[in-house]
T-cell receptor
Framework: DAGVTQSPTHLIKTRGQQVTLRCSPK?????VSWYQQALGQGPQFIFQ???????QRGNFPDRFSGHQFPNYSSELNVNALLLGDSALYLC???????????????FGEGSWLTVV | KQEVTQIPAALSVPEGENLVLNCSFT??????LQWFRQDPGKGLTSLLL?????REQTSGRLNASLDKSSGRSTLYIAASQPGDSATYLC??????????????FGKGTHLIIQP
């Protein structure tokens, strides 16, 4: 059973460019969340998708947008890149309602974005 | 706004010691609390999940407790091993009532176990 897969693993972009990161959730999961992790910091919640809709959003500007496809995979798009967007971008998948067993969240290995 | 603090920021101990990592959060209205492990340059692995109605969870040498009213959780690692070296992150759900809400993380405790 494949876990959460993300692509690409590493990429370098120039300020002002746009980037798209991709995520395939763990089999059976219906909810995808995206996080940004700067060096030495904990992950920061960007947004969450369920049933192809943005369900929750953290404190990130509109330059950060996303999409979820019918097969539950997801994309994170960042426009007008800034140097400060350089970080590890993590995708996490889960079931929206897991009942009493609780919602264990599975993370991918992340996409390292460097903006120069 | 929920804030999560982890103490200590870094810890280095000899192999075999028992140790405690601390996590505190400012808003007690959480849905659940999770402890994760992160190896350098890698994603996160869930270690333990405690629902808001629970007091503790155990998995092998790991035990996590939750005191929701005081906004505190501890992760206890027994008989530490060099393979336990990693960053340990505490996270609480945003608690909007959903089952898989976004998480608020602490900055983590960087743990080194000396052979």
């Amino acid at each position: 059973d494949a876990g959460v897969t993300q692509s690409p693993t590493h990429l370098i972009k120039t300020r002002g460019q746009q980037v798209t990161l991709r995520c395939s959730p763990k089999s059976g999961h219906d909810t995808v969340s995206w996080y940004q992790q700067a060096l030495g910091q904990g992950p920061q919640f960007i947004f969450q998708y369920y049933e192809e809709e943005e369900r929750q959003r953290g404190n990130f500007p509109d330059r950060f947008s996303g999409h979820q496809f019918p097969n539950y995979s997801s994309e994170l798009n960042v426009n007008a890149l800034l140097l400060g967007d350089s970080a590890l971008y993590l995708c996490a998948s889960s079931l929206l309602w897991a009942g009493d067993s609780g919602n264990t969240i599975y993370f991918g290995e992340g996409s390292w974005l460097t903006v120069v | 706004k929920q804030e999560v603090t982890q103490i200590p920021a870094a810890l280095s101990v000899p192999e075999g010691e028992n140790l405690v990592l601390n996590c505190s959060f400012t808003d007690s209205a959480i849905y659940n609390l999770q402890w994760f492990r992160q190896d350098p340059g890698k994603g996160l692995t869930s270690l333990l999940l405690i629902q808001s109605s629970q007091r503790e969870q155990t998995s092998g040498r790991l035990n996590a407790s939750l005191d929701k009213s005081s906004g505190r959780s501890t992760l206890y690692i027994a008989a530490s091993q060099p393979g336990d070296s990693a960053t340990y992150l505490c996270a609480v759900s945003l608690g909007s009532g959903g089952g898989a809400d976004g998480l608020t993380f602490g900055k983590g405790t960087h743990l080194i176990i000396q052979p």
